[in-house]
C-alpha cells in the first residue's frame, strides 16, 4: 500500500505541488490526471525516491521512502516519460544491467524470462534497443520498471508520443500488470485515465482538485446537459452573460480562437435544454452566437469542472493550453 500524507514541494519560491493527501491500497490503478504543469511528474518523481519532497511524507508498506530509500524504493517499479535506456544494447543485456543495479542475483535468468514473457519482449531480447520501435522502447521501461517483482508500479505519461496502435498495447499491458500489482500512473488524455483507472486523482496547479471512482467523476455531471459554444465578443461581458442566462448551471471559458471569439463550456440543471436561453442572453447582450454543440463527453465535463479552464482560454499560461489541445 502506498500512503502519502501532505506531500509538498517547492523549487526555490515556486510552490510545485501543495499538500496532496492520499493513499492507494494492493491491487488497484489510480490514475492522476492533469495539464501540463499541473504537478504530475513533480508528484511521480517523489513518489518513485527520485525526488526529496519539501514536506510530507511517503510510505510504501509503512516504509518512509526518506528515511528507509533503499528499503522503500526495493518495493517500487519507476517508468519516466522518457525511459532511461541505453540504445546500443541488447534488451536482454540492458535488464541484466538493470537486475545488476538493483542487486537481483537470486533467480535472475528465470525473472528476466518472465518479465520478457509479461511485457511481450520474448522475440525482442536479443535485438538492440536502437533498432526497436517507440511502442517496444516502452516495453523495455516497463520490463526494467518489472525487475524485482515490486509490488507498486509508478508510470509517468506511459503512453505519451506513441502511435494509436502502440498506445492499445501498451494500455492492455498496464491494465494486466494492475490486476497484481498497484499502479499509479499519469496522463493528461482523459479517455485513458477513463478506460484504465478505477479511481483518478486530478491535479490542478499543483493542489488536489478531486480524488474520487472513476464513475463516482462520471455521474456528479450525468444529469445535466452541456454544450460547448462559440461566441463573438469581448470574453468576460460574454461570460457574464452565459452565467445569467436561464437554467444555466456553469459556465468557463474554454479556448480561443481568435482575437475575439472564445469557445465556451455552458451547462444546464437537469437535462435541461438551454439553447434558447443561452441565444436570448448572448443576442441581449450584443454577442454574436456562432455555433453550439452538444458536449457527450461526460468524463471531460467532470474534468473541466474541476479545473480552471479560463486560464487556458485566456493564454495566461502556454504550458497548461498545450497540455489542453494534447489531451482533447
Given at each position: 500500500?502506498?500512503?502519502?500524507?501532505?506531500?509538498?514541494?517547492?523549487?526555490?519560491?515556486r510552490m510545485a505541488i501543495n499538500n496532496i493527501t492520499f493513499t492507494v491500497p494492493d491491487g488497484q490503478i489510480l490514475g492522476l490526471l492533469g495539464l501540463n504543469g499541473a504537478g504530475k511528474s513533480t508528484t511521480m518523481n517523489i513518489l518513485a525516491g527520485c525526488l526529496s519532497s519539501s514536506s510530507g511524507t511517503v510510505l510504501v508498506d509503512g516504509i518512509d521512502i526518506e528515511k528507509e530509500p533503499e528499503k522503500a524504493k526495493s518495493r517500487i517499479g519507476y517508468l519516466p516519460e522518457i525511459p532511461p535506456l541505453y540504445p546500443d544494447m541488447r534488451v536482454a543485456e540492458y535488464l541484466d544491467f538493470v537486475f545488476e543495479l538493483k542487486k537481483i542475483r537470486p533467480r535472475r535468468k528465470n525473472?528476466?524470462?518472465?518479465?520478457?514473457?509479461?511485457?511481450?519482449?520474448?522475440?525482442?531480447?536479443?535485438?538492440?534497443?536502437?533498432?526497436?520501435?517507440?511502442?517496444?522502447?516502452?516495453?523495455?521501461?516497463?520490463?526494467?520498471?518489472?525487475?524485482?517483482?515490486?509490488?507498486?508500479?509508478?508510470?509517468?505519461?506511459?503512453?505519451?508520443?506513441?502511435?494509436?496502435?502502440?498506445?492499445?498495447?501498451?494500455?492492455?499491458?498496464?491494465?494486466?500488470?494492475?490486476?497484481?500489482?498497484?499502479?499509479?500512473?499519469?496522463?493528461?488524455?482523459?479517455?485513458?485515465?477513463?478506460?484504465?483507472?478505477?479511481?483518478?486523482?486530478?491535479?490542478?496547479?499543483?493542489?488536489?482538485?478531486?480524488?474520487?471512482?472513476?464513475?463516482?467523476?462520471?455521474?456528479?455531471?450525468?444529469?445535466?446537459?452541456?454544450?460547448?459554444?462559440?461566441?463573438?465578443?469581448?470574453?468576460?461581458?460574454?461570460?457574464?452573460?452565459?452565467?445569467?442566462?436561464?437554467?444555466?448551471?456553469?459556465?468557463?471559458?474554454?479556448?480561443?480562437?481568435?482575437?475575439?471569439?472564445?469557445?465556451?463550456?455552458?451547462?444546464?440543471?437537469?437535462?435541461?435544454?438551454?439553447?434558447?436561453?443561452?441565444?436570448?442572453?448572448?443576442?441581449?447582450?450584443?454577442?454574436?452566437?456562432?455555433?453550439?454543440?452538444?458536449?457527450?463527453?461526460?468524463?471531460?465535463?467532470?474534468?473541466?469542472?474541476?479545473?480552471?479552464?479560463?486560464?487556458?482560454?485566456?493564454?495566461?499560461?502556454?504550458?497548461?493550453?498545450?497540455?489542453?489541445?494534447?489531451?482533447?
Amino acid at each position: 500500500m502506498l500512503a502519502v500524507n501532505g506531500l509538498t514541494k517547492y523549487y526555490g519560491e515556486r510552490m510545485a505541488i501543495n499538500n496532496i493527501t492520499f493513499t492507494v491500497p494492493d491491487g488497484q490503478i489510480l490514475g492522476l490526471l492533469g495539464l501540463n504543469g499541473a504537478g504530475k511528474s513533480t508528484t511521480m518523481n517523489i513518489l518513485a525516491g527520485c525526488l526529496s519532497s519539501s514536506s510530507g511524507t511517503v510510505l510504501v508498506d509503512g516504509i518512509d521512502i526518506e528515511k528507509e530509500p533503499e528499503k522503500a524504493k526495493s518495493r517500487i517499479g519507476y517508468l519516466p516519460e522518457i525511459p532511461p535506456l541505453y540504445p546500443d544494447m541488447r534488451v536482454a543485456e540492458y535488464l541484466d544491467f538493470v537486475f545488476e543495479l538493483k542487486k537481483i542475483r537470486p533467480r535472475r535468468k528465470n525473472r528476466l524470462e518472465d518479465i520478457c514473457r509479461e511485457t511481450g519482449l520474448e522475440q525482442a531480447r536479443k535485438r538492440l534497443i536502437a533498432n526497436l520501435s517507440k511502442g517496444y522502447r516502452q516495453r523495455v521501461g516497463l520490463a526494467a520498471a518489472l525487475a524485482g517483482d515490486p509490488a507498486i508500479l509508478v508510470l509517468d505519461e506511459p503512453t505519451v508520443g506513441l502511435d494509436p496502435t502502440q498506445i492499445i498495447e501498451i494500455r492492455n499491458l498496464i491494465s494486466r500488470l494492475g490486476k497484481e500489482r498497484t499502479v499509479i500512473f499519469s496522463s493528461h488524455i482523459l479517455s485513458e485515465v477513463q478506460i484504465l483507472c478505477s479511481r483518478v486523482l486530478v491535479l490542478d496547479r499543483g493542489q488536489a482538485a478531486a480524488d474520487e471512482k472513476t464513475e463516482d467523476l462520471v455521474s456528479a455531471l450525468e444529469n445535466h446537459s452541456s454544450y460547448v459554444v462559440v461566441a463573438e465578443g469581448e470574453p468576460g461581458g460574454v461570460l457574464a452573460a452565459l452565467k445569467n442566462a436561464d437554467g444555466v448551471r456553469e459556465a468557463r471559458m474554454l479556448r480561443r480562437e481568435s482575437e475575439n471569439v472564445r469557445e465556451y463550456f455552458v451547462a444546464g440543471e437537469k437535462r435541461q435544454d438551454i439553447r434558447k436561453a443561452v441565444f436570448r442572453a448572448l443576442s441581449g447582450g450584443g454577442f454574436a452566437l456562432l455555433n453550439t454543440k452538444q458536449n457527450n463527453s461526460a468524463f471531460e465535463q467532470a474534468f473541466l469542472s474541476l479545473i480552471n479552464a479560463e486560464t487556458i482560454a485566456g493564454g495566461e499560461d502556454s504550458d497548461r493550453e498545450a497540455g489542453y489541445a494534447r489531451g482533447f
